[in-house]
């Protein structure tokens, strides 16, 4: 798929028909993911990938989010700080929050190509996840993205507009302030 049409298409979706999406286009995602930035070339993420109805129904219930039990499999992104922190110190955890953000758009889209719907879920009790899914205590979870096909009309929301979120040259400036010279230099005066 070509990339706009790719960014473009991609939205939350919570309800999916009942196929099965395959284990092999999930690894595919995760390795796209795994071509972006990293702090000092450090990529600290792991995806534990869930496919046992018992354990997806338990997740949906520690994040009070029904309607991830209809979901036939999950990747959970986590990720550890250690390395990153011993480089960069406080601001390596920032550098690994960010990185992982980063990770987990590049996996959504991966998976938007191959035509397999998902949400960013990151409304969670750590601590229960944890617990359940066997994780480190050192290591963080960063998302749980439940996936699948469709079933339903999810509409994508609309976004925020080009205008709302661009300053130039200074915060206080949102115009360009060459535009106006550029359109002098257009400007042809009459003979
Ligand atoms: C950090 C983060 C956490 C989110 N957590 C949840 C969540 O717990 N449950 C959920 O249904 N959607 C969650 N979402 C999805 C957002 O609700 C969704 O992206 C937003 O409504 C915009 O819709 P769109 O993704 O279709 O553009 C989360 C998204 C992000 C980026």
């Known amino acids: ?15 999916f ?3 099965t999406p395959s284990w092999k286009e999930v690894l595919y995602a995760i390795d796209l993911a795994n071509q972006g930035s990293f702090a000092g070339n450090q990529n600290h993420l792991h995806y534990l990938i869930i496919e046992d109805t018992a354990t997806i129904k338990a997740i949906a219930h520690l994040c009070e989010q029904t309607w991830i039990s209809n979901t036939k499999l999950l990747i959970v992104v ?17 550098y690994s929050r960010q990185q992982a953000g980063a990770a987990i758009h ?11 719907d998902s949400c960013w879920v990151g409304s969670y009790s750590d601590e229960l996840i944890r617990e359940k899914l ?29 205008e709302r979120c661009l300053s130039w040259e200074l915060w206080t400036q949102n115009r360009r302030p060459s535009m106006f ?4 230099e257009d400007y042809e005066p009459l003979q």
């Open 17 to 19: 028909k009942s196929k």
């Open 181 to 184: 010279e550029e359109r002098q």
């Open 78 to 94: 986590c990720s550890d700080d250690t390395y990153l922190e011993n480089l960069y110190g406080e601001r390596g955890r920032i």
């Open 134 to 162: 066997k994780i480190p205590q050192h290591i963080q979870i960063e998302a749980i993205i439940p996936i699948g096909f469709e079933s339903g009309r999810t509409k994508k929301p609309a976004k925020k507009s080009l």
């Open 106 to 116: 590049t996996l959504i889209l991966a998976l938007t190509n191959k035509g397999i």
């Open 1 to 15: 798929m070509e990339f706009e049409k790719v960014v473009r298409k991609r939205k939350s979706v919570r309800d």
